[in-house]
């Protein structure tokens, strides 16, 4: 499919422009209206104001109005009332000493003309007046002026403008005062003109959108090539480092805490250390501020955060301020020595560990050999005398040209018996060297080989923040560049896109190769380059539509797509028969269907997916219905542990009697404020399928909590939307539901997508109240699992044989003893007490060896040797020393 052609349907199926909204205090507390635009006094309405702040601290739905239409005007033939900001920006409520002495008003993110100014360019020289956005620029001169110019630009003729005192008339009054309101369901601008002028631009061809919409072939991996990051990464994180590296597009998914965001860390810190530049683009402003929080813990290159995001201002300062030289090529030299250096240190030690290994290995093999021993010293006494070089026979064995006068002169048997020999040899030298050291003992190598672990990781990113700012990356037009962006970073949205548009990009992005924002901002702000980025990477891609994402895919030639089809998806108002008749107008497939497709799903048809199936986060009980419900038991649990497999992590809440009026259960309403007056966390999340319930939970927090014990009790609520992509200790989960419900309320309540999201976000403790007296379906099966008493009865593997002996000594001693504990992907051999026995090395090799030993150190286990040649394979004597 040609890539200008999928972008014409597009822009045909796509949205002309936001809604206006002519009113933000409809349906919302009124504006409060400021003296000092950067200070609050204390009082009823700013108290909500910051405890609402504090409540949605992620959505940050708090705006400061700069000037204002305010009163009556005909609007489509009709009386409409105006309540309207004609310059705002989002805003954080901050403590000042206390309630009693107000608080302080903190920009949070862009300033900018309302987008019923449609000419960009003359909302970028609205932006650019001066003082604009200060306390002083309500009082200047051209203060009105600018006033009345907005209005205009707006659609609107004021009857006045005026400065001073509350304007009450019903006319249409502009009026240069600041005030507090709160923006909820923010509108993204429509796409449609947008997508019509990537239709006509050259070079789309060699872009990840033409890769998603065409026919890619995955190139062959390597299995071989060495992954190294400053994160630690499991398997099938390293699988996505390696594809990213070969293949144009990489799909990638996984439920929630299954290391998604640390394999498109790796990703993207990878990239730009190989010389590339790269692209995140997230759905939320606070999954963007999220990720560049992950990147800013690893070292690498610092992301240029160039949207809505509060932490852009320091990044600002700094590239206004100038960059330094750039670091040198004999820096850069050094610090891959430094990675040679660290990396045989760690190989060292996984040597040596190898040999203990197959010492055990050969050991092990004696109960094979030893009733065979005597005959075989009378057949072949050369091969037992302690003198013997095995090495060297063994090598005579694999020659190209095979010696057999050579054999038998150094063995004095036949190269047919020779393998044989050389094997029960071995067995019984590594038997004997155990038998004289006590067995192997790795208690001390395990600790160094993490520290040298550790320490190459630290060296890699060392290695990558250098890489970062090389002294090739910087030209004379990228300081220029920098220079100009740092200024334009700190301008509002109109003026900064019109900067951003006007620098030299691939300049640009070479010298700072890694840049962070939400899809909306990507389209609104960044220069509209085909190819402009090595690598995008869209992040929750199932929850974006393909409207949105095309102008991203377009902006980079290669593309990481990560996503969880079964977690929420997008909301398309885009009609069937629209859809059936733009499809069809434009010759395309059914797999463009916006409606139903996100921007996952086209990728999954270009792709293989790479599956994260490793789980981090929660305790067994916590995402063990998930497991099996949504995801077809694909999860293994890296915090599987006995401790935690006892733990009752779901506690359900039973609210009887109860009705719903309005939308709303105003007994578990009540309920939840009980619970969360009674929790000693410091975490909590308050969720509910419901927009009326949440808004009533919200009402109900807001009369009970201060902003200081919002912030204190790190309280949020809202429905599961709201909460997609978010966390938190405990979550309480509001159903809404009662016996009786009309069948559209429990189908909504029961949808598998919006179930798995609302049951999932819980780290440590999830409170489900509810009052159902029994529930159908879904519901019921989950309130069924979170009361059902908790067991270690999983599908563990057969326990080695050495294992089964050790335990079956154990048990009668009456401690707890588990075989073949399935932890994540791996397997404890041997479990006593919670602390772990690993009692053969591991089946498919030393490589697999060390890799067990490292997750599991990690996940926070305690693990011992046990092999069984430490007590000449009597598990009686093993299990006294145990």
């Not at 310059?87 to 901050?94: I, N």
């Not at 997508?195 to 006509?200: E, H, I, V």
């Not at 030393?846 to 926070?860: D, F, K, M, T």
Request: with cysteine.
């Amino acid at each position: 499919m040609e890539p200008s052609r999928v972008l014409a349907a597009l822009a045909d199926l796509a949205p002309a422009g936001r809604d206006r909204v002519l009113d933000v205090g409809k349906g919302a507390p009124p504006p409060l209206w400021l003296d000092d635009p950067d200070r609050v006094p204390a009082g009823k309405q700013a108290q909500r104001l910051a405890a609402l702040d504090q409540l949605h601290r992620e959505e940050r739905i708090l705006r400061r109005g700069w000037a204002w239409l305010l009163g009556t005007t005909e609007v489509d033939g009709a009386a409409r009332a105006i309540r309207l900001p004609l310059l705002y920006e989002p805003v954080r409520l901050e403590g000042s000493g206390g309630r009693l002495r107000g608080y302080r008003v903190a920009p949070a993110g862009d300033l900018e003309v309302t987008p019923l100014v449609q000419d960009r360019e003359l909302a970028a020289v609205l932006e650019s007046a001066p003082g604009i956005g200060a306390a002083a620029w309500l009082g200047t001169v051209g203060t009105n002026a600018w006033v009345e110019t907005a209005a205009s630009a707006a659609g609107f003729k004021p009857d006045r403008i005026v400065s001073s005192g509350a304007p009450g008339s019903r006319e249409l009054l502009g009026w240069a005062r600041a005030g507090l309101y709160v923006a909820r369901d923010v509108a993204t601008p429509g796409l449609r003109d947008t997508l019509r002028a990537w239709s006509a631009r050259a070079g789309l061809e060699a872009t990840a959108l033409a890769e998603v919409y065409g026919a890619p072939v995955a190139a062959p991996l390597d299995a071989d090539e060495v992954v190294r990051s400053p994160l630690p990464l499991n398997a099938a994180q390293s699988e996505v480092v390696r594809r990213v590296r070969r293949e144009r597009i990489v799909v990638v998914s996984g439920p929630p805490g299954n290391g998604k965001s640390h394999a498109v860390v790796a990703a993207a810190l990878d990239t730009v250390y190989r010389g590339g530049s790269v692209l995140v683009a997230t759905q939320a402003s606070h999954a963007a501020e999220v990720l560049a929080g992950l990147l800013g813990r690893f070292p690498g290159a610092e992301p240029v955060l160039f949207g809505d995001a509060e932490r852009r201002d320091r990044f600002a300062l700094s590239l206004s301020s100038g960059r330094p030289e750039g670091v040198a090529a004999k820096q850069l030299d050094a610090r891959r020595g430094e990675i040679r250096a660290a990396a045989d240190a760690v190989a060292q030690l996984e040597r040596s560990i190898g040999a203990a290994l197959d010492l055990e290995r050969k050991a092990a093999s004696m109960t094979v050999w030893e009733p065979l021993l005597a005959g075989l010293r009378a057949e072949a006494p050369r091969v037992f005398a302690s003198d013997f070089p095995v090495p060297k026979a063994r090598n005579l064995l694999d020659a190209r040209f095979l010696r057999e006068w050579r054999i038998r002169r150094l063995a004095g048997v036949g190269s047919d018996r020779l393998p044989a020999l050389l094997d029960a040899v071995e067995a019984d030298r590594a038997a004997a060297t155990l038998a004289v050291n006590g067995g192997t003992d790795l208690s001390a190598v395990w600790p160094a080989l993490l520290t040298a672990d550790a320490r190459l990781r630290e060296t890699i990113g060392a290695a990558m923040r250098d890489a970062a700012a090389a002294a090739e990356r910087w030209s004379k037009s990228a300081r220029g560049s920098a220079a100009e962006l740092g200024t334009a970073l700190r301008a509002g949205r109109n003026r900064r896109r019109e900067a951003l548009a006007a620098l030299d990009g691939p300049a640009l992005v070479r010298a700072l190769p890694l840049w962070v924002g939400t899809v909306a901002d990507v389209e609104d702000l960044l220069p509209p380059v085909p190819g402009l980025f090595d690598l995008v990477i869209l992040d929750e891609a199932a929850h974006i539509d393909q409207i949105r994402a095309a102008p991203v895919l377009a902006r980079a030639r290669r593309a990481l797509v990560a996503g969880d089809p079964s977690q929420l998806r997008f909301v398309s108002f885009v009609a069937d028969v629209d859809v059936a008749a733009t499809l069809a107008r434009h010759g395309l497939p059914d797999r463009i269907d916006v409606r139903r497709s996100s921007a996952y799903d086209v990728a999954v048809g270009a792709a293989p997916v790479t599956w994260l199936g490793e789980h981090y986060r929660c305790a067994p009980h916590l995402i063990a219905f998930a497991a099996r419900r949504f995801y077809d038991g694909r999860l293994t649990l890296m915090t599987r542990t006995p401790e935690a497999e006892r733990m009752d992590a779901i506690d359900v809440v039973r609210v009887p009697g109860a009705t719903v009026h309005d939308g709303v259960n105003k007994a578990e309403v009540d309920t939840v404020v009980q619970l969360v007056r009674s929790s000693g966390t410091s975490s909590i999340g308050i969720v509910t399928p419901f927009r009326a319930q949440a808004d009533a939970i919200e009402s109900a927090l807001l009369a009970e909590f201060t902003a200081e014990d919002i912030e204190r009790l790190g309280l949020r609520s809202g429905t599961v939307h709201a909460f997609q992509g978010g966390e938190a200790d405990t979550v309480i989960v509001s159903l809404g539901l009662v016996d009786g419900d009309t069948p559209a309320r429990q189908r909504f309540a029961a949808e598998p997508n919006l179930f798995n999201v609302m049951t999932t976000r819980a780290r440590r403790r999830l409170i489900v109240v509810t009052s159902l007296t029994s529930g159908t379906g879904l519901i019921a099966d989950f309130l069924a699992h979170a009361e059902a008493p908790k067991s270690l009865k999983a599908e563990d593997p057969a326990p080695v044989p050495w294992a089964a002996r050790l335990a079956a000594e154990l048990v009668p001693t009456g401690r707890e003893v588990h075989t073949g504990y399935r932890v994540g992907t791996w397997t404890v051999d041997l479990v006593v007490d919670g602390i772990g026995y690993v009692c053969e090395p591991h089946p498919s090799g030393n490589a697999a060896h060390l890799e067990r030993q490292r997750a599991l150190l990690r996940a926070g286990w305690t693990l011992r040797e046990a092999f069984p040649a430490r007590w000449n394979h009597d598990p009686v004597r093993a299990a006294l020393d145990l």
